[in-house]
């Protein structure tokens, strides 16, 4: 039991925010009383252990997406489905990368002569559509990789 | 009017990254952490609807130690968290030499938990305020809207609660 007088010079030195001032009389404190003295030392040893818990390297990157999921489970939409949904939004992302890729890569002749951007003819011809869409990524990464993969699967049926 | 019918998602952003630092501390690992993150949120988001809390970073730690705590105690009682057979894929680069293995660590989180749930929230609150997020006692005191002898009073009992919980610790060669 800590004398009642010593508890907020305890509380300092244990915050460490003991000052310069009130260093002698906390210690000669805990040099007259025993009780008070294993407080100390015991009390710097538990906040030892409890700071010995690390903390964490990665924070914030994951947070953004787990508050972004729980948007999405707030609006009815099970966790599940949103993990399906990132599924198949990465997939078609790969595919549409792949696409764009390819069409940048090796344009054909008369991907030199077509339309810049899209169009029913760019639609039909895979080729320049393909180039058009790698520009518009060029131009603009942060475009969403989802739309741009639905781009390219519906464009490719049609 | 917008303001009523959608959450502060922004405001919560500012702090998400400490209540997934409170929840990873005595969870240790990732996932178990950023689930709490998620279940923070959604209660912030439904206090937000009534009325949003004045000391948000008060009420943040406070939710997130509580939810922390309930979950070490199902986990306790035998229904394991999500991750609990998995492996920690974060790497603790940050834990100094001489911090347990990674098992005896598993049980220095098991018990700090235990200890901290035996506290009341203004003590738990204070106490990892003070060692955690390492304020002063007189930001504690202005977060928590109470005098600074009264945050000292909560932190000095905290700290003699949490002495006697980990109290078999000092026989594995750290007596004081």
New interface residues.
Partial sequence: M?CTDF??L???A??G?LTAADEPKFYAHIAACASCR??Y???????S????????????R???T??G???A??TGRPRAANALLRYAASVLVAFAAGYALSGARTPSPQDRTTAQRPSQKGLADGGSFRIALARVHQRNPSRSDLAKGMITLFGARR | MTSTMTPPTGEFEQYSSDVYAWAYRLLGRHHDALDVVQDVYIKWARQCAEVTPRRPRGWLRRVTLNRVIDLCRSSEAGTTLKSANQTDEVVDRSAPEGVPDAMDQAQLRADVAKALGALTDPQRGVLVAKVYDEMTFAQIATEMDVSVSTVKTHYVRAVAAVREKLRHRWGEGDKP
């Fill in positions: 800590i508890e907020p305890l509380a300092d244990l915050g925010e294993t407080a030392q015991e009390g710097s040893s538990a906040v252990v409890l700071r010995s818990l690390p903390g964490p390297q990665r924070v914030a994951d947070t953004d787990v508050i999921s729980a948007d489970t707030k």
